[in-house]
């Protein structure tokens, strides 16, 4: 395996062993095992393998979902909530989108107010 291909085996490898903090742990055991990658590649890979964050005594691992068979964790917002639990910006990006809410809340109603 080469390339994209034998990166994202590696990563699945690491995730696989249950005990990686977060993006910065998993590059760190990534680089060394001799493979270098950029944030955004690492990024895209640990959302290619469905990735999440997940609570593990008293802090948070990245771990790759199980399929149990029962189907529980399929469709759109169990997708959205790992792609969001997996972005360690994600605390940021609800902020921006609730302060985004709030003015198009408020224009709406100063535009019924007004009409």
Known sequence: MAGAEGRRARVRQ???A???AGLRDLA???KDDGVTVT???LRADVRALG???VQRGDGTVL???VDDGSGRGSGPAALL???VSSDPDWRI????VAVVALFLLVAFAGWLISA
């Open 14 to 16: 690491q995730l696989a």
């Open 18 to 20: 249950g005990d990686v």
């Open 28 to 30: 760190g055991r990534l």
């Open 39 to 41: 944030p955004e590649a």
């Open 51 to 53: 990735a999440i964050r």
């Open 63 to 65: 771990a790759l979902p």
């Open 81 to 83: 909530a790992a792609e």
């Open 93 to 96: 990006q609800v902020g921006v």
